[in-house]
């Protein structure tokens, strides 16, 4: 008879035991040491922190986020045209100075902020203020 063979359909090694083990102390870990809470914490301090930017600067379109990872879309003033350029230019501000960001999006317009989940509220404050410096050069 032919027939798949056991795992044979699914994801590579999903649901298998070691698999399963792995998953249940993942969740056991996030449980026991409150990173749930954690991310929560982020998020109200990121929030507070970088939430009214598309107010405060022309060219932020757009802040969204949820727990610890949030995006920042970069637009021409004035538009909603994505602007990669300004991404560029604040990627390069905050690497050199010590702020590890991210790039995303589909045109390269969206600034990614994925700070750990146990940051604390000072280092937040401190990397928004580079990346502050730069949005406020980009007018």
Do not use: C, Y
Not at 6 to 33: D, Q, R
Not at 60 to 75: D, F, P, Q, S, T
Not at 94 to 103: K, P, Q, R, W
Not at 122 to 130: G, K, M
């Amino acid at each position: 008879m032919d027939a798949v063979q056991p795992g044979g359909i699914g994801g590579t090694f999903g649901g298998n035991p070691v698999s399963t083990a792995a998953a249940l102390a993942t969740f056991e870990a996030i449980e026991s040491e409150g990173l749930l809470e954690e991310a929560q914490r982020v998020e109200r301090a990121l929030q507070a922190r970088i939430g009214d930017w598309a107010e405060r600067f022309a060219v932020v379109g757009e802040v969204r986020g949820k727990g610890a990872m949030w995006g920042v879309e970069l637009v021409h003033p004035g538009t909603k045209r994505q602007n990669p350029e300004a991404l560029t230019a604040i990627l390069k501000h905050a690497t050199t100075n010590g702020v590890i960001v991210l790039d995303a999006g589909s045109w390269d317009s969206v600034l990614r902020i994925m700070p750990s989940v146990v940051i604390s509220e000072e280092l937040i404050d401190d990397a928004a203020t580079v990346i502050e410096e730069a949005l406020a050069q980009l007018g």
